[in-house]
T-cell receptor
Framework: AQKITQTQPGMFVQEKEAVTLDCTYD???????LFWYKQPSSGEMIFLIY??????QNATEGRYSLNFQKARKSANLVISASQLGDSAMYFC???????????FGKGTTLSVSS | DTEVTQTPKHLVMGMTNKKSLKCEQH?????MYWYKQKAKKPPELMFV???????INESVPSRFSPECPNSSLLNLHLHALQPEDSALYLC?????????????FGDGTRLSIL
């Protein structure tokens, strides 16, 4: 069985600072994919970044990077230079088989202040 | 703009009404999903369709009835809903090949049961 754990219900950061959102996972499958999504208060789920279990390098997409530590089973999202528009709920998710539904963590609410 | 279109955006219905939620995607994805999401909670998987066939039903009550008329469309028929069914209903689609295919979500339908 697969499980995603996000232990930070809420995080607070000031504009232009970096912030790390934690995610740990558990699976016995050797091959899996890890995803991060952003959900603003308006409700849409926005895909941010992906990391494959066999990827040698940490994924990056603009201001988003994924700190992937396979031995520790962690896939933390790092947002650099936070902006007010980054205030949202962030979900970590995974799948271990192609074509299957993502399994989501409980989410972390990020609040960015000026 | 999202590539998965859901209608309506908002729906208020009584417990005896029959209504349908619609979802459309034109990305050629062969997997489509329905999720239910309560406020400040992660999305809960309801149904998965693969190649237009129902592959997963997460023990959803029969008052929710999914339908996949073709590879681009996904419907969720609602009948005799309960107040606790009030939630955001999200549709998503993804390519079936490969672990790294993200799920693309629609903006959701906010459903209120009176």
């Amino acid at each position: 069985a697969q499980k995603i754990t996000q232990t930070q219900p809420g995080m607070f950061v000031q504009e232009k600072e970096a912030v790390t959102l934690d995610c740990t996972y558990d699976t016995s499958d050797p091959s899996y994919g890890l995803f991060w999504y952003k959900q603003p208060s308006s409700g849409e789920m926005i895909f941010l970044i992906y990391q494959g279990s066999y990827d040698q390098q940490n994924a990056t997409e603009g201001r988003y990077s994924l700190n992937f530590q396979k031995a520790r089973k962690s896939a933390n999202l790092v947002i650099s230079a936070s902006q007010l528009g980054d205030s949202a709920m962030y979900f970590c998710a995974m799948r271990a088989q192609a074509g299957t539904a993502l399994i989501f963590g409980k989410g972390t609410t990020l609040s960015v202040s000026s | 703009d999202t590539e998965v279109t859901q209608t309506p955006k908002h729906l208020v219905m009584g417990m005896t009404n029959k209504k349908s939620l619609k979802c459309e995607q034109h990305m050629g994805h062969r997997a489509m999903y329905w999720y239910k999401q309560k406020a400040k909670k992660p999305p809960e998987l309801m149904f998965v369709y693969s190649y237009e066939k129902l592959s997963i039903n997460e023990s959803v009550p029969s008052r929710f009835s999914p339908e996949c008329p073709n590879s681009s469309l996904l419907n969720l028929h609602l009948h005799a809903l309960q107040p606790e069914d009030s939630a955001l209903y999200l549709c998503a689609s993804s390519d079936i090949q490969g672990l790294g295919q993200p799920q693309h979500f629609g903006d959701g339908t906010r459903l209120s049961i009176l």
